[in-house]
């Protein structure tokens, strides 16, 4: 989990519980209409379809399975006629009649939650640009709902860990001891900065966690002491060999270990 610092104990609960909850769509979408409940008019499972399926150019609905909502920069739906009036109905119907009550399984909060947060910041993109008035209207009943979604502590601790799970089915791609203290895997960080992969984070905008992990074939040890040799490096990039002097290149590294 990211240890950034957060404003409010709510906003590092939600953060918490999406972040956990961001595998868990495939163990739930088995069937596209009923990822909520078995019924597929249950009101959970009826916003979720409201909000989040798509219809492709061939005519075939996609988005209730996928592990990020569809939507980017040029997409107006929901934005623009019927799909517009059909979210509001749709929130309106979720928040007046206290549907978040219905459901009370931790990992199903945290899944819904996550996927309207996504929606949430993709309304938010153009605030001051195009269709204002209605990504206002979205955004003032997406946070209703978000905020009412909220995971107890208690609910937080009862998520299952879904590396531990796909660890015991033994999956045959998956490296084992990733989070092991003292394992072969190595968490990398870089002390004060943003993060590692900051155009990852930026794109998520925080929902998911990115890490990047170093695992020497020769144990921890001989990994550790590589990443001191390109730590002791420096400086990392000098002035390129063309003829612009504004351009730098990487300063000579030792060589990455075999295998």
């Known amino acids: 989990m990211s240890n950034s610092q957060t404003n409010g104990n ?121 269709h204002k008035i209605e990504r206002t209207e979205l955004l003032k009943r997406l946070a209703i709902v978000i905020q009412r979604l909220e995971l107890t502590t208690n609910e937080i601790a009862s998520l299952p860990d879904n590396y531990s799970l796909a660890e015991k089915n033994n999956l045959t791609d998956l490296p084992r001891g990733l989070f092991d203290t003292n394992g072969d895997w190595i968490n990398i960080r870089i002390p004060n900065a943003f993060g590692l992969v900051p155009a990852h984070d930026l794109t998520f905008g925080g929902r998911s966690v990115f890490m990047v992990l170093f695992h020497d074939a020769d144990g921890r040890k001989a990994g550790l002491d590589y990443l001191k040799q390109l730590a002791a490096v420096n400086p990392m990039n000098l002035p390129s060999r063309d003829t612009n002097p504004d351009e730098m290149m990487f300063n000579r590294f030792p060589p990455f270990p075999a295998n």
Do not use: M
């Open 10 to 130: 709510s906003r590092l609960k939600c953060i918490v519980a999406l972040v956990v909850g961001l595998v868990a769509q495939i163990a739930f979408a088995q069937n596209s209409d009923t990822v909520y409940d078995s019924n597929p008019n249950h009101p959970w499972n009826l916003l979720n379809k409201t909000l989040f399926e798509r219809t492709g150019l061939d005519g075939k609905q996609y988005g209730l399975n996928t592990l990020d909502i569809l939507y980017w920069a040029r997409t107006t739906n929901l934005l623009t006629g019927l799909s517009h009036q059909q979210a509001l109905n749709a929130l309106d119907d979720f928040i007046h009649s206290h549907d978040e009550r219905l459901i009370h399984d931790p990992l199903k909060k945290a899944l819904l939650q996550r996927d309207l947060w996504a929606l949430f910041d993709w309304a938010a993109l153009y605030p001051g640009g195009q």
